[in-house]
């Protein structure tokens, strides 16, 4: 089957190599100037969108907004305007839940699958370790894994449409307030007057022990009732609080504000089924 992919930037510009490093027959579709440069004579280049859903058995879309995702569908020359419209369409973009809803609804018109998949650490790392996490009917995620494979190096199947765009919500969430954490350390141990890449190589090293989902992989959590005991869960709260409030008194000393490291001395218990 061939494969479409409509919008060739960072995402499906890599999306579109991988298929083609894995052999599949690709067409491409991108409004911009020079999108193809990368390209020249390796995909077929529909005029419009409405042909590019006529070419297509299964189209992943990486265009950059929800206008840009209802334009390319519901346009009078879009995707879903054409004769035969593609199997299952795959919605990289990070897009409102909304839009993922109506898109759905607009393709279960036209007997199209269209699944949410949100795409992390592709543009870091290289297209063969992107993440996806896709939501949707699981006929249709089973059909299309070969073709995640091609630049996925893990697919998570997260439940039904906008399943997806949850876990990239959730992750996304998670990832930027771990950063503001490792910032602060960073900060507070170049001001005592460490090698802050040497602090950095100690704490992915430590980490390969005890991470972030620690408590969860002991049983401690959210947002399930923990199956740890009580004494147990206090004994646990009252290193992390001691240790916390050493922390403090070094930043203080050192003139270092440490938000992140009070807002989790002040959710620790909760954390810990103790609030």
């Not at 460490?194 to 100690?202: A, C, G, K, Q, T």
């Not at 004994?235 to 050493?246: I, P, T």
Request: aromatic share 8%; charged share 20%.
């Amino acid at each position: 089957m061939k494969v479409g992919v409509a919008g060739l930037g960072m995402i499906g510009g890599d999306v579109a190599l991988g298929l083609l490093a894995s052999g599949y027959e690709v067409a491409g579709y991108d409004v911009r100037a020079g999108a193809f440069e990368q390209f020249d004579g390796l995909v077929d280049v529909p005029a419009t969108a409405m042909e590019l859903g006529e070419t297509a058995d299964v189209l992943f879309v990486a265009v950059y907004d929800d206008a840009q995702l209802v334009e390319l569908l519901s346009a009078a020359d879009g995707v879903l305007a054409a004769r035969r419209p593609p199997r299952v369409i795959v919605v990289l973009s990070t897009v409102t839940l909304d839009t993922v809803r109506w898109a759905a609804a607009e393709g279960a018109r036209l007997g199209v699958s269209v699944l949410d998949c949100g795409v992390s650490a592709g543009a870091a790392t290289g297209r063969r370790d992107m993440v996806t996490m896709i939501g949707g009917d699981p006929d249709a995620v089973e059909m299309i894994r070969p073709y995640l494979a091609s630049f996925s190096s893990a697919t998570f199947h997260m439940g039904p449409v906008g399943s997806g765009m949850h876990a990239k919500i959730a992750r996304n969430m998670y990832h930027y307030a771990t950063r503001i954490a490792a910032w602060e350390g960073v900060r507070l141990a170049a001001a005592a007057g460490l090698d802050p890449r040497v602090f950095v190589d100690l704490v992915k090293t430590c980490a390969r022990a005890s991470g972030p989902f620690d408590l969860f992989d002991r049983g401690i959590g959210w947002p399930t009732p923990s199956t740890v005991d009580e004494e147990t869960r206090l004994r646990a709260a009252s290193y992390a609080h001691k240790d916390l409030e050493l922390s403090f008194a070094l930043g203080d000393e050192l003139g270092i504000d440490l938000p992140a490291a009070r807002l989790a001395d002040e959710l620790y218990d909760a954390a810990l089924d103790l609030a």
